[in-house]
């Protein structure tokens, strides 16, 4: 499966932004899905999981709502009030089965090409 990640761009702080990542293979069992974003001179980290639950990271919590459509081949981040430090590089990533470690890069053996979402007035 390859995932294609896409709804990056350039807003203001309180805008809202909607990323997608569809999986090309729709017949692919990826049952847990993630967003990790990494900003400049930063290491990879976890936004938001899905599987039979939601998971999300205490920053993001309250502001962001990740979700999938009911083929389950694209998942959503819809990001509410955003702020200059939500600025970083999107990816999405998934793995056939679910684990405990979902807030882990490592994890996950499928990746998105990362989208840029800047946050600044």
């Known amino acids: 499966v390859q995932l294609q990640a896409s709804g990056g761009g350039l807003v203001h702080p309180g805008d809202s932004l909607r990323l997608s990542c569809a999986a090309s293979?729709?017949?692919?069992?990826?049952?847990?899905r993630a967003w990790f974003r990494q900003a400049p001179g930063q290491e990879r980290e976890f936004v938001a999981a899905?599987?039979?639950?939601?998971y999300y990271a205490r920053s993001v919590y309250g502001r962001f709502t990740i979700s999938r459509d009911n083929a389950k081949t694209t998942v959503y981040l819809q990001m509410r009030r955003l702020k200059p430090e939500d600025t970083a590089v999107y990816y999405c990533?998934?793995?056939?089965?679910?684990?405990?470690?979902?807030?882990?890069?490592?994890?996950?053996?499928?990746w998105g090409q990362g989208t840029l979402v800047t946050v600044s007035s």
């Open positions: 293979d729709r017949a692919s069992n990826t049952s847990l």
């Open positions: 990533a998934a793995r056939q089965v679910y684990v405990t470690n979902y807030y882990s890069a490592g994890a996950y053996n499928v």
């Open positions: 899905i599987s039979s639950n939601t």
